[in-house]
């Protein structure tokens, strides 16, 4: 079972920036494709970003491309997600999971453990 915890949302103003951190508890962390989703109350949960095991290949959804960067530290089982130029449009819940083996397309990851997610607001 691998739990995952997320951290670093807030509140921040059109044009700033924020750091997302999920850390896994889980062993096998670095054979995972591990990604960030976000969620609003009248939205599906959408794909944002998915990073390989190896942290070579990374993968955005076009809304977020240039903005946000997916990183990882298999050394300390923590992913990343560096959020730069946020709108007010970004304002969601950001859960990060993971899923054993190769990536997906975004569209096609499902994922096999989820985080309790971390709310990001951006006011205009």
């Known amino acids: 079972q691998v739990q995952l915890a997320e951290s670093g949302g807030g509140s921040v103003q059109t044009g700033g920036s924020l750091r997302l951190s999920c850390v896994a508890s889980?062993?096998?962390?670095?054979?995972?494709?591990m990604a960030w989703f976000r969620q609003t109350p009248d939205k599906w949960r959408e794909g944002v970003a998915l990073?390989?095991?190896?942290?070579?290949?990374?993968t955005y959804a076009d809304s977020v491309k240039g903005r946000f960067t997916i990183s990882r530290d298999n050394a300390k089982k923590t992913l990343y997600l560096q959020m730069n130029n946020l709108q007010p449009e970004d304002s969601a819940t950001y859960y990060c999971a993971a899923r054993s083996g190769t990536c997906p397309a975004i569209r096609d990851y499902q994922a096999q453990y989820w985080g309790q997610g971390t709310q990001v607001t951006v006011s205009s």
């Open positions: 990073i390989s095991s190896s942290g070579y290949w990374v």
């Open positions: 889980e062993f096998g962390y670095s054979g995972t494709c």
